[in-house]
């Protein structure tokens, strides 16, 4: 059964199970399929991002230059991981499950984020998603665009809500060595910028590490958490997330216009979720899901009115 050929009235007239039934259908056309393309991303940029250091150091690359790429591949050098997060490139068990957990660890290193704390952290936040005490991204929430650059890099000052969310949301996983890998990486990343500063080199640390992580991070918390959450005030599974039209597009709002498809269905490629999008939107307005002003074939039918 295709949903394109099915009408309002008529996914109106189905049971609810069988309405359910068409949704994880549709859902599992787009599932186990290996995103190669994140692969390719993930150690990619990560291989430019270091290029940029010897480039800049022995005077191949000005700083000036480097600096932008820097920003736009800290910038871009989340989302691989993510896909390993929910094990997407390949479960436990899988003869790929190697590259799935390699490609988690290396892509992450620009941001100087551990991968099993992202991981864990991110659980935490699907399976908690927007409740006040208990979602580690919750304190990302604002009112709008203006308040949440506000509160992101207010949350990011020493002893500021991220670092509160993100230490509870460790504690709860009861993984101690969780807490070792984030203190590990921070260890590192400090060691580099100090040991740059130290050696003559501040500006080339500030410029290829530091600041551009700082712009990413903001630019990531903004697309993956608080535009695809805004409000944030719902936490049932059809009211967690919502559809939206970035004034940017789909490319460079990192594919979170569809972020509604990632969290009801985690194991769906990020590549594909425009297209399950698309197969799947009349249902979501059906059961309630913002969709964020995208038509839906009924809609489209009767010319829009």
Excluded at 43 to 71: C, E, H, K, Q, R
Excluded at 179 to 186: G, K, P
Excluded at 209 to 231: G, K
Excluded at 267 to 295: M, Q, V
Aim: net charge neutral.
């Amino acid at each position: 059964m295709s949903r394109v050929t099915l009408s309002r009235a008529e996914l109106e007239a189905m049971s609810p199970d069988a309405l359910d039934a068409l949704e994880r259908q549709i859902a599992g056309r787009y599932m186990h399929r290996i995103p190669w393309g994140a692969v390719a991303w993930g150690l990619g940029n990560l291989a430019l991002w270091l290029a940029l250091w010897p480039l800049v150091l022995f005077d191949y690359l000005s700083i000036w230059l480097a600096f932008p790429i820097a920003t736009l591949s800290i910038s871009l050098s989340y989302l691989p991981s993510h896909e390993a997060q929910h094990n997407i490139i390949a479960r436990e068990g899988h003869r790929l499950r190697w590259l799935n957990e390699l490609v988690g660890h290396l892509s992450p290193i620009p941001l100087a984020q551990p991968y099993r704390v992202l991981r864990a952290t991110h659980m935490e936040h699907h399976a908690h998603s927007n409740h006040p005490d208990l979602d580690p991204d919750y304190p990302v929430h604002a009112p709008n665009d203006w308040a949440f650059l506000k509160n992101s890099l207010l949350r990011r000052q020493p002893g500021g809500s991220s670092q509160k969310s993100y230490g509870e949301a460790l504690e709860r996983t009861g993984n101690s060595a969780l807490m070792i890998d984030a203190l590990v990486m921070n260890t590192l990343f400090v060691g580099v910028l100090f040991s740059m500063a130290w050696t003559g080199h501040a500006i080339e640390a500030a410029l290829l590490w530091w600041l551009p992580r700082h712009i990413a991070l903001t630019y990531i918390q903004y697309y993956l958490s608080w535009a695809p959450h805004h409000p944030g005030i719902r936490q049932e599974r059809y009211g967690q997330t919502r559809a939206f039209k970035s004034q940017l597009g789909n490319l460079l709002s990192m594919g979170m216009q569809y972020h509604i498809v990632h969290h009801l269905y985690p194991r769906i490629p990020l590549s594909s979720t425009p297209a399950a999008f698309r197969d799947l939107k009349d249902i979501l307005a059906l059961k309630g899901c913002d969709i964020g002003g995208w038509e839906t074939t009924e809609a489209k039918r009767d010319g829009g009115k």
